[in-house]
């Protein structure tokens, strides 16, 4: 990656794992959508069956490469890798994050980008207005949303579906949050965030890769964003639990001296109250160091990312697909 910045209108990123077909049929109606007029980086998240090939892009008429990644990193941090290397190669006008699988519809696209060129935010996100997931999905994705609030005092209500101005692509790979969840980063980035309510389409082909504990894996990691949020409101439970369990304790040693207790109930309760007593300092040094982990961590950089990406596959120079979609010799 040299320190010479290329210029581009437009840059659609999208993650891919094992899922070339759908891939392909995106690229396609990206380039039928827009007319052409983007450049598709594609993130091989380390796929072996099927990966994506530069030519699945050249056969949609637009222009774009593939960064194929040493090793699965997981879907967020995928977008992570793109992200970094978007801001430290292109100088973009806006740049798109979308999911290979069709779920994010080409069709909404110029919607994020109309409200983004307002010029009044830094970044747009898609929320959701109509959703197609099972009955199961939908009820785990309302209880995690009940905790996701109760924990950090915030609502998330959008996903990786994001157009992104200069600003915001630049702040964003500047921060490590987003290695971890993208949507929850956009949330403490202090962007200017808009909304453009949007439809959940379909997968084109085959089901998702991602199992249970995959998507509470992802749930976890959207608060560990929040980390000195969900911190203090743990610490305060603790506080609630550790002052309660003091007062009982010398509640029950009152009483004991009295000769109000039972034998063996005195010896029962006050084990179970200081049991409860270091499992709430417990809980709550944990959580410290979590928070401090987080906060020590430092953005990636140029040669942490060259150590990441294991080689890059480049069509078309970005002029020669302006001119191929504007009809120009």
Same mark, same amino acid.
């Given at each position: ?7 581009? @209108? ?5 993650? #891919?794992?094992? @899922?070339?077909?759908?891939?392909? *049929? ?16 594609? $993130?091989?998240?380390?796929? #072996? ?31 992570? %890798? ?14 798109? &994050?979308? @999911? ?8 909404? #696209? ?23 997931? %099972? =009955? ?32 915001? $692509? ?14 929850? %980063? ?11 309510? %949007? @439809? ?12 249970? $504990? ?25 506080? &609630? ?5 003091? #007062?009982?304790?010398? /509640? ?9 207790? /039972? ?20 809980? /709550?040094? $944990? /959580? =410290? ?24 596959? *480049? ?15």
């Amino acid at each position: 990656m040299s320190g010479l910045k290329v210029a581009s @209108d437009l840059i659609v990123l999208m993650p #891919v794992y094992e @899922d070339r077909r759908s891939a392909s *049929k995106l690229v396609q109606q990206l380039s039928e959508t827009l007319g052409g007029r983007c450049y598709v980086i594609v $993130v091989e998240d380390g796929s #072996v069956d099927d990966p994506v090939q530069i030519a699945d892009i050249a056969a949609a008429g637009v222009a774009g490469e593939v960064l194929y990644l040493a090793r699965n990193m997981g879907h967020q941090r995928a977008i992570a %890798t793109g992200l970094t290397y978007i801001a430290a190669t292109f100088e973009p006008a806006a740049v798109v &994050v979308m @999911d290979s699988d069709g779920e994010d519809r080409p069709d909404s #696209v110029p919607s994020l980008l109309a409200e983004l060129h307002t010029g009044r935010v830094d970044a747009v996100v898609a929320r959701r207005a109509r959703r197609s997931e %099972t =009955l199961g999905f939908r009820l785990f994705y309302y209880f995690y949303r009940f905790i996701f609030q109760i924990l950090t005092g915030r609502t998330i209500r959008f996903g990786n579906f994001t157009a992104l101005s200069p600003v915001g $692509v630049r702040r964003l790979a500047a921060m490590q949050e987003v290695w971890l969840h993208l949507a929850s %980063t956009l949330m403490v980035s202090r962007l200017r965030l808009g909304f453009v309510p %949007t @439809d959940r389409g379909t997968r084109y082909f085959g089901r998702s890769r991602m199992n249970f $504990v995959g998507l509470a894996l992802h749930g976890m990691r959207s608060m560990m964003v929040f980390a000195e949020d969900v911190l203090v409101r743990i610490v305060l439970f603790c506080s &609630v639990i550790a002052g309660t369990s003091i #007062v009982l304790l010398a /509640t029950t040693t009152t009483l004991k001296f009295l000769g109000f207790a /039972t034998p063996g109930w005195f010896s029962t309760l006050s084990g179970i109250l200081i049991v409860i007593l270091f499992q709430a300092g417990i809980l /709550t040094f $944990v /959580t =410290l160091m979590v928070a401090g982990t987080m906060r020590g961590a430092a953005p990636m950089g140029r040669e942490q990312l060259a150590l990441l990406i294991e080689r890059i596959e *480049k069509g078309a120079p970005l002029a020669a697909a302006a001119n191929a979609s504007t009809g120009s010799p």
